[in-house]
């Protein structure tokens, strides 16, 4: 599903090259739950953006869903993050214009589906993250859970192969933060998501398949997640039901 | 939601800074139209105020610069298809020393007031007073009210130019027309006055005539200069409306200044929309990057940002160009053309192709200030965005 072979990355900060990635290989399953760990600069977000491709990596090969990034235009890169990707990020990032629905929306006016289409997909994405009665809120009116869900809600609406997290739990209290991690492992269990996420959050571990740890560029070492070595149901307190 | 409706979500989100950009790109829009009505108004402003058979004849030197014998009175009232003529003689008195010449006074034959300027429609009872009355004086009806004067009345003059000669009319009637300031008396009372200073009025500015077909315009003025060639003073014939827009001349020089500052103030408020749609920009980059993330590409981008200035802009241009139309029209509607209060601003009308017109500068104005900063947020990498914004 996501293959890196021999993956560099430098940036130049004036007269100064910085190396974000270096030679780094990595291949994900297609419906995995995977992690990407490590300190602050070690490369797991620019690892993130070329894998969803937002960015080209400066050496090495990145294929995804069957194409290779480095070979794609800007503007096939980005028709292929709408078709392929989808995208959350820390600090929820809904325009705070629209409402959760329209938010939702979003991706889809890159389609060629009709206005009722597109509102229907989109209460249904919120109804899969518990929010279908708060579709017409807009996001000041929301808790920093609920519009992570919309966010998530969003990255799914165009049913996407690859759900792309960037700190997702990051700005959450605790709670929050174990039930946006457990539907994105749902999203992964029940819809066949392949799911990457870069986390800080310990708690994270439990949640995923595998676990990559990057340090200073390079890939450190990959670990299995709680989800493939207990194969247990997650505690009560995080397992939630989804509203499909 | 459409994408018309993210647009104009995204102009609402800052609704003062929209309110006062679209109002400063409205006000200008306004103006830019009604400059833009500058030089048909004039010419109806002409059309209006001249006769098509009306002709005046000065000293080729100029109006100012010199007498014609007043014998070429008679000489032109002689000649075929000459239906009246009338000596126009400036007195240039004050009404009140402070004001200065405030209307023009000028001494005529009363006979021929009725026939050259016909078009007036004074009232025949009148034009007979006047003639009766050697004192009378027939005044416009701008000048009456301006003064609150009525018929009756005794008004005095005085005129710096006779020697500070003080002569004292009686009011006979008006020249029912709003847009005619002149205060109208007897050439034989002036004659009189100045007589009575040993002096002698042989001369006249200006003669006014008027001819029986509008075919005859052009050949009489051409008779008129070339009876008087040779004599001591040479004629310049012209047409009412060629007269008028002589004395117009500064007023269209004004007009050119006028349109150059709008179209000054034109490109100020495209700097003004476009530093706006900048700032919209700058603040909103971490949304641009989330779109761009979840799959807009840099077209869409650009046409999001560019599509809303435009949108700003063209709306606006709608308000002050619609503004422009109504307010010329409430004004022609209520001054029919002429009113004391607006003078001939109600002449300058605002046409359906000024108002297109004013739609498509606005339009414009919006697409050149939303092009830079919308090209400067289109061509911004992504990843690059996303690193700085998170």
Not at chain 1, 65 to 81: H, I, T
Not at chain 1, 89 to 102: D, G, H, K, T, Y
Not at chain 2, 261 to 280: D, E, G, Q, R, Y
Not at chain 2, 320 to 331: F, I, P, T, Y
């Amino acid at each position: 599903m996501i293959q890196l072979e021999d993956v560099s990355r430098v940036y130049r900060r004036g007269a100064d090259e910085v190396r974000a990635l270096d030679h780094v290989s990595l291949s994900i399953e297609r419906g995995r739950f995977v992690a990407l760990m490590g300190p602050s600069g070690s490369g797991k977000s620019t690892l993130l953006h070329l894998l969803a491709g937002l960015d080209r990596p400066s050496e090495g090969r990145v294929t995804v869903a069957g194409r290779v990034l480095n070979e794609l235009s800007e503007d096939e890169l980005a028709s292929f993050r709408a078709q392929h990707v989808g995208f959350i990020f820390q600090f929820f990032n809904l325009i705070p214009v629209l409402s959760a629905r329209e938010n939702v929306e979003l991706p889809l006016l890159l389609t060629k589906l009709g206005k009722a289409d597109r509102r229907e997909r989109a209460n249904t994405a919120l109804r899969v993250v518990g929010l279908g009665e708060r579709a017409e809120h807009m996001p000041g009116e929301m808790s920093g859970g609920e519009q992570q869900r919309v966010a998530i809600a969003r990255a799914i609406v165009s049913d996407p192969e690859i759900v792309v997290a960037d700190e997702p739990t990051g700005d959450l209290d605790a709670k929050n933060a174990a039930e946006i991690l457990a539907l994105l492992r749902d999203l992964r269990r029940e819809f066949g998501k392949t799911v990457v996420m870069v986390t800080h959050d310990a708690r994270g571990e439990q949640f995923v398949d595998e676990i990559h740890h990057l340090d200073k560029g390079l890939l450190d070492r990959t670990v299995p997640g709680g989800a493939q070595v207990s194969r247990s149901e997650p505690k009560a307190s995080e397992d939630r039901q989804v509203g499909a | 939601m459409s994408w018309t409706a993210f647009l104009w979500r995204n102009l609402a989100r800052n609704k003062l800074r929209s309110a006062l950009t679209g109002s400063a790109i409205a006000l200008a829009i306004a103006l830019v139209c009604f400059l833009a009505t500058m030089p048909e108004g004039l010419e109806r402003l002409l059309d209006s105020v001249a006769a098509n058979t009306r002709i005046v004849v000065h000293d080729s030197a100029g109006v100012a610069y010199d007498w014609m014998p007043y014998a070429y009175v008679e000489k032109i009232r002689a000649m075929r298809g000459v239906v009246g003529a009338a000596s126009w003689t400036w007195f240039g008195g004050a009404y009140r020393s402070e004001e200065g010449v405030s209307f023009p006074n000028m001494a005529v034959e009363p006979d021929a007031v009725g026939v050259v300027w016909a078009d007036w429609h004074i009232d025949p009872a009148v034009l007979a007073e006047f003639a009766r009355r050697r004192d009378g004086a027939v005044v416009g009806r701008g000048t009456m009210e301006r003064y609150r004067w009525k018929v009756g009345d005794q008004v005095t003059l005085q005129a710096e130019g006779y020697g500070r000669m003080a002569l004292t009319f009686t009011i006979v009637g008006e020249i029912p027309l709003q847009r005619a300031p002149h205060f109208l008396f007897q050439r034989e009372y002036l004659e009189q006055a100045m007589a009575a200073r040993k002096w002698h009025l042989d001369g006249t500015g200006m003669i006014w005539l008027r001819v029986d077909d509008p075919a005859r315009v052009d050949p009489l003025m051409r008779e008129i200069d070339d009876t008087f060639r040779n004599s001591e003073a040479q004629t310049a014939s012209e047409t009412e409306k060629s007269f008028f827009r002589s004395q117009f001349s500064a007023l269209e020089g004004l007009a050119l200044l006028i349109t150059i500052v709008a179209a000054l103030l034109a490109v100020c408020i495209v700097f003004i929309a476009a530093n706006t749609a900048s700032m919209t920009v700058r603040e909103r980059m971490r949304e641009i990057a989330i779109l761009k993330a979840i799959g807009f590409s840099r077209r869409q981008v650009f046409a999001m940002l560019i599509g809303e200035a435009t949108l700003l802009a063209t709306l606006a241009g709608a308000l002050g160009a619609g503004a422009s139309l109504g307010l010329s029209r409430l004004a022609r509607a209520a001054s029919g053309g002429w009113n004391a209060q607006l003078g001939p601003l109600s002449w300058f009308i605002v046409t359906n192709t000024i108002l297109v017109e004013g739609l498509f500068l606005a339009f414009f104005v919006g697409l050149i200030s939303g092009v830079v900063p919308s090209l400067g947020a289109a061509r911004r990498g992504v990843a690059e965005t996303l690193r700085e914004v998170f």
